[in-house]
């Protein structure tokens, strides 16, 4: 990485490091720190991921795990993981540690470092990641797909901010599903490829299975 890369790079996760931390310690819900609209939103989002694959007994990695709200809400669901979450942002690891919860949490940058080996994760999961505005959003997503399908044994689920959101935000990026599943059907590893959309206004889902798999 050279010395522009490396600067970019910095800025990038300040603005992350900024929006999220930003909102800590104002007495929001977790929800909100997260920049979701409603717990209820949230929770949806989340039975995305159940609706698309099994969980129950997978090693699941959550990518951008934030304060842990995943794990607590396959708990409430009685689905048993073998959980790892993962975050960019110390200060989020560090609140769901608190939580006290039945899974690992660690401070890694999955796309920079060499944390996981090759299909180490049964399913591997993110929610929001790709929500920000960051100015190589669809680079990064190219990016992230490749290593997250490296990480994977059986699928990648995700979700993205709807182009034909009715309210958007500069400070988002927004993605077309049709050029998405495009995207995805290049990958010589991927089999099947579903697309949820209509549960929420802004946001669509999407479940691509490793072939041999689904």
């Known amino acids: 990485m050279d010395k522009l890369e490396l600067e970019d790079k910095l800025k990038k996760t300040e603005k992350i490091r900024t929006y999220y931390e930003s909102k800590m310690g104002q007495g929001l819900p977790d929800y909100g720190v997260l920049g979701w609209e409603s717990e209820k939103a949230q929770q949806l989002r989340f039975d995305m991921l159940l609706n698309a694959v099994p969980l129950d ?11 842990g709200n995943l794990l607590e809400y396959l ?26 919860l039945n899974g690992e949490f660690c401070c890694v940058d999955v796309f920079e470092d060499a944390s996981y080996s090759q299909r180490s994760f ?8 790709f929500n920000l505005n960051l100015g190589n959003n669809r680079e990064f997503l190219l990016m992230a797909l490749n290593k997250m399908l490296e990480l994977a044994k059986e699928a990648v689920v995700f979700n993205l901010l709807h ?16 050029e998405i599943r495009e995207l995805l059907e290049n990958f010589p590893e991927v089999g099947n490829v579903i697309i949820k959309e209509q549960y929420l206004n802004n946001d669509f889902t999407v479940a691509c299975f490793k072939k041999g798999t689904k």
Request: glycine share 10%.
């Open 57 to 67: 007994g997978k090693a699941l990695l959550d990518i951008g795990c934030g304060m």
């Open 75 to 100: 708990d409430s669901k009685g689905i048993n993981v073998k959980y790892t979450g993962v975050d960019i942002l110390q200060s989020m690891i560090e609140y769901a540690k608190c939580k006290k």
């Open 122 to 129: 049964d399913i591997v999961y993110t929610s929001g990641i």
């Open 163 to 178: 182009k034909d959101s009715p309210d958007r935000e500069d400070k988002y990026y927004y993605y077309d599903p049709i």
